[in-house]
């Protein structure tokens, strides 16, 4: 193919794949399968590869492949980016409409039209276009300015890089947004680095906010950031008549606007939309934290103006926060299967949000001491969702003087043994391997769902195994004997018998199981897949120099110098040897592409009778469909077993097909 031809298959691809972005990531209706975009993106790739003069910032292959920076610069809004004026119950928000009322010189009892939207709490980014083009993404920061973060929000795949129909849009243009993270998600990544001994996101706000800021692009595009955009700032010959002119606008240049959002005819119809989402807001599958409500003429916008940092023709309603005072009794030190020390706060029990908690991570030292937590203090507690409570401050004002300071131990509270805090870490760790915390949490790991799956191997059975001096590593569980085994408390021969046979039922799991279940600090489900895919082989990855880890995509220099330091120690590379002579033979299982399934998204809801939810959505995968844990648009299937619940409902309100499991298992065979 010559240069020429080359550049007008460039640009087709572009479009298709930027289309095919749209409908998945906006729309949540995808028309093609992902291998069919797959192949798209690997013909672009090759393409540019050719021709690397052809390649443009704008092309979906530039999305992630930035290198990390030392710092990010500062950037100045065209147009400030203003806070919202606060109200804290409909009293306030009946004083917002009158006082607008007044200032208009409007009767009092005259209806104005508002816009009703979701207050997501996430991260507010501000996106210039010029001619089309995304060209530079920044934080808020003080509002006038904030920082560069523009290779970080390209790997936001619902971000357009190249509007549709920019003809039609302004020269130039600020789309203002809130960058978040979905609560399935959220879980998935404080699942990742509570497995890899880091500290957890107190909350997906966080989460998000950490995520966007990495210095490393590849870092942030591993978490599935999403953004809902709500307006513009500044734009170059503005033309819109209302606010929801402005945001039908932007759903036709590409952008995500939340299907949430309400046209409301008066103030009564917003209280309504409050009244709605106030019960709605534990479902959405993200946080939101009140309702933004605008006046929807920009007419009225304009002649009302701004006061200091803030429009008048908005204001944030905000939902009662879900926090509640408690007690701490005890702050004690739990240890990781990788050595981490975490402080955790016992408390007086209380009910947050309709759970009872009474611990509560304090993540690190230096948390503790910026918070300034002792046993003793009153505190404010904060639960959201799913999310993990949180210790949000001191009161200090309860004080008696009887409240102890927390000090991290110097030993391990568990072996004794040494602990170490590295200079550019928060986290303390012992650094004993054979402390038995460790040994604990790494075979617990080892047998764990996600990880070889060894049914009937828990915390129980582990302590007594490691407490007798039966196993010292995973790899000893393969040498146990139905002897041994009976020795545990509780155990019968045939009990003993299934254990024993569920552990040599394990020795021969997929590559990437095997990989994730060595617990390799930073490596993840998805890394160890990565891993797997690539290499094709455990003996290939533990010889593999760190530059060649590095090389491979969506493996950073963070992730590549954890995985070659581990099987740089003896032990280790000593525990995957015992495996293998004990006849642990691992391997890529063979997708098996069914014509039913290839491509198909499916969720599983309620008992299924003839196996678990995990060993369906495994047989899904190996037949080329995808399994998610939630319903939405873009959902192909939902098999409903017995006693379905809350999935079900939702895929019936959504329009999305049901099936039952005699059904799935006819799709199989």
Same mark, same amino acid.
């Given at each position: 193919m010559d240069k020429q031809a080359a550049a007008e298959r460039i640009r087709q691809l572009r479009d298709e794949i930027n289309y095919h972005n749209y409908r998945y990531y906006v729309l949540d209706q995808p028309v093609i399968s992902d291998a069919e975009y797959d192949r798209l993106m690997r013909e672009l790739e090759s393409l540019e590869e050719q021709f690397p003069d052809l390649i443009t910032p704008d092309s979906p292959t530039q999305r992630v492949g930035a290198k990390p920076i030392a710092a990010f610069a500062s950037y100045t809004h065209r147009q400030p980016m203003l806070s919202l004026s606060n109200a804290f119950g409909i009293d306030e928000l009946v004083a917002f409409d009158k006082r607008i009322k007044r200032m208009l010189e409007m009767d009092p009892e005259a209806d104005i039209e508002y816009v009703s939207e979701l207050k997501i709490d996430g991260l507010a980014v501000s996106l210039t276009y010029e001619d089309g083009r995304f060209v530079v993404g920044a934080t808020r920061g003080d509002g006038f300015s904030g920082e560069d973060i523009t290779t970080n929000l390209k790997t936001i795949k619902a971000i357009p890089l190249v509007l549709f129909e920019a003809e039609t849009a302004p020269p130039v243009m600020e789309v203002r947004g809130e960058v978040f993270l979905h609560h399935d998600e959220f879980r998935r990544i404080n699942r990742e680095r509570e497995e890899a001994g880091e500290p957890t996101f107190a909350n997906p706000r966080n989460a998000a906010a950490g995520s966007v800021r990495q210095l490393d692009p590849s870092v942030t595009a591993r978490r599935n950031l999403d953004i809902w955009v709500y307006g513009t700032g500044f734009v170059q010959g503005n033309g819109f008549r209302t606010h929801l002119d402005t945001l039908e606008a932007l759903k036709k240049w590409g952008f995500k606007v939340n299907p949430n959002t309400r046209v409301c005819r008066n103030l009564q119809e917003v209280e309504a939309y409050i009244a709605e989402y106030g019960e709605k807001r534990e479902s959405l599958g993200y946080e939101?934290? +009140?309702?933004? !409500?605008?006046?929807?003429?920009? /007419?009225?916008?304009?002649?009302? +103006?701004? !006061? =200091?940092?803030? *429009?008048?023709?908005?204001?944030a309603y905000?939902? *009662? =926060?879900?926090? /509640?005072?408690? !007690?701490?009794?005890?702050?004690f030190v739990s240890v990781g299967r990788t050595g981490a020390l975490t402080p955790v706060a016992i408390m007086d029990p209380v009910e947050v949000s309709g759970v009872t908690v009474s611990r509560a991570t304090l993540h690190n030292e230096d948390e503790i001491r910026r918070k300034d937590v002792r046993c003793g203090d009153t505190v404010v507690i904060q639960r959201a969702g799913d999310v993990i409570p949180e210790v949000v401050q001191v009161i200090k004002e309860k004080r008696t003087g009887d409240e102890e300071p927390f000090v991290m131990p110097e030993k391990c509270p568990v072996c004794g043994g040494r602990v170490e805090r590295p200079e550019d870490e928060a986290v303390a760790r012992c650094v004993n391997l054979a402390c038995p915390a460790q040994v604990r949490g790494r075979i617990i790991h080892f047998t764990s769902r996600n990880a070889l799956n060894i049914e009937g191997v828990g915390p129980a059975q582990v302590d007594q195994l490691v407490e007798r001096g039966l196993v010292h590593d995973p790899a000893d569980l393969y040498s146990l004997t139905v002897d041994d085994l009976l020795t545990l408390e509780r155990m019968g021969k045939k009990l003993a018998q299934k254990l024993y046979d569920a552990i040599q039922g394990s020795k021969e799991p997929p590559l990437d199981r095997l990989i994730y279940a060595l617990g390799i600090r930073h490596v993840g489900e998805h890394v160890a897949q990565v891993l797997a895919e690539h290499f094709g082989s455990m003996e290939a990855i533990m010889d593999a120099p760190e530059s060649e880890l590095t090389a491979v995509a969506e493996i950073g220099p963070v992730i590549a110098k954890s995985i070659s330091s581990f099987f740089a120690e003896p032990q280790n590379r000593e525990v995957v040897k015992k495996l293998r002579e004990a006849g642990v033979r691992p391997g890529i299982q063979a997708v098996q592409v069914s014509a039913e399934l290839e491509g198909k998204t499916f969720v599983f809801t309620g008992m299924l009778a003839s196996s678990t939810r995990e060993q369906a959505e495994e047989i899904v995968r190996q037949h080329g469909g995808k399994a998610a844990s939630s319903v939405s648009r873009s959902t192909d299937f939902v098999v409903a077993g017995e006693s379905a619940g809350s999935k079900l409902q939702k895929a019936r309100e959504l329009g999305v097909r049901v099936i039952t499991e005699e059904e799935f298992r006819r799709m199989i065979q």
């Amino acid at each position: 193919m010559d240069k020429q031809a080359a550049a007008e298959r460039i640009r087709q691809l572009r479009d298709e794949i930027n289309y095919h972005n749209y409908r998945y990531y906006v729309l949540d209706q995808p028309v093609i399968s992902d291998a069919e975009y797959d192949r798209l993106m690997r013909e672009l790739e090759s393409l540019e590869e050719q021709f690397p003069d052809l390649i443009t910032p704008d092309s979906p292959t530039q999305r992630v492949g930035a290198k990390p920076i030392a710092a990010f610069a500062s950037y100045t809004h065209r147009q400030p980016m203003l806070s919202l004026s606060n109200a804290f119950g409909i009293d306030e928000l009946v004083a917002f409409d009158k006082r607008i009322k007044r200032m208009l010189e409007m009767d009092p009892e005259a209806d104005i039209e508002y816009v009703s939207e979701l207050k997501i709490d996430g991260l507010a980014v501000s996106l210039t276009y010029e001619d089309g083009r995304f060209v530079v993404g920044a934080t808020r920061g003080d509002g006038f300015s904030g920082e560069d973060i523009t290779t970080n929000l390209k790997t936001i795949k619902a971000i357009p890089l190249v509007l549709f129909e920019a003809e039609t849009a302004p020269p130039v243009m600020e789309v203002r947004g809130e960058v978040f993270l979905h609560h399935d998600e959220f879980r998935r990544i404080n699942r990742e680095r509570e497995e890899a001994g880091e500290p957890t996101f107190a909350n997906p706000r966080n989460a998000a906010a950490g995520s966007v800021r990495q210095l490393d692009p590849s870092v942030t595009a591993r978490r599935n950031l999403d953004i809902w955009v709500y307006g513009t700032g500044f734009v170059q010959g503005n033309g819109f008549r209302t606010h929801l002119d402005t945001l039908e606008a932007l759903k036709k240049w590409g952008f995500k606007v939340n299907p949430n959002t309400r046209v409301c005819r008066n103030l009564q119809e917003v209280e309504a939309y409050i009244a709605e989402y106030g019960e709605k807001r534990e479902s959405l599958g993200y946080e939101i934290d +009140g309702v933004v !409500v605008k006046i929807n003429s920009i /007419e009225l916008q304009d002649r009302l +103006g701004y !006061v =200091a940092r803030s *429009p008048r023709w908005a204001a944030a309603y905000k939902f *009662p =926060a879900m926090q /509640e005072t408690t !007690v701490v009794r005890q702050i004690f030190v739990s240890v990781g299967r990788t050595g981490a020390l975490t402080p955790v706060a016992i408390m007086d029990p209380v009910e947050v949000s309709g759970v009872t908690v009474s611990r509560a991570t304090l993540h690190n030292e230096d948390e503790i001491r910026r918070k300034d937590v002792r046993c003793g203090d009153t505190v404010v507690i904060q639960r959201a969702g799913d999310v993990i409570p949180e210790v949000v401050q001191v009161i200090k004002e309860k004080r008696t003087g009887d409240e102890e300071p927390f000090v991290m131990p110097e030993k391990c509270p568990v072996c004794g043994g040494r602990v170490e805090r590295p200079e550019d870490e928060a986290v303390a760790r012992c650094v004993n391997l054979a402390c038995p915390a460790q040994v604990r949490g790494r075979i617990i790991h080892f047998t764990s769902r996600n990880a070889l799956n060894i049914e009937g191997v828990g915390p129980a059975q582990v302590d007594q195994l490691v407490e007798r001096g039966l196993v010292h590593d995973p790899a000893d569980l393969y040498s146990l004997t139905v002897d041994d085994l009976l020795t545990l408390e509780r155990m019968g021969k045939k009990l003993a018998q299934k254990l024993y046979d569920a552990i040599q039922g394990s020795k021969e799991p997929p590559l990437d199981r095997l990989i994730y279940a060595l617990g390799i600090r930073h490596v993840g489900e998805h890394v160890a897949q990565v891993l797997a895919e690539h290499f094709g082989s455990m003996e290939a990855i533990m010889d593999a120099p760190e530059s060649e880890l590095t090389a491979v995509a969506e493996i950073g220099p963070v992730i590549a110098k954890s995985i070659s330091s581990f099987f740089a120690e003896p032990q280790n590379r000593e525990v995957v040897k015992k495996l293998r002579e004990a006849g642990v033979r691992p391997g890529i299982q063979a997708v098996q592409v069914s014509a039913e399934l290839e491509g198909k998204t499916f969720v599983f809801t309620g008992m299924l009778a003839s196996s678990t939810r995990e060993q369906a959505e495994e047989i899904v995968r190996q037949h080329g469909g995808k399994a998610a844990s939630s319903v939405s648009r873009s959902t192909d299937f939902v098999v409903a077993g017995e006693s379905a619940g809350s999935k079900l409902q939702k895929a019936r309100e959504l329009g999305v097909r049901v099936i039952t499991e005699e059904e799935f298992r006819r799709m199989i065979q």
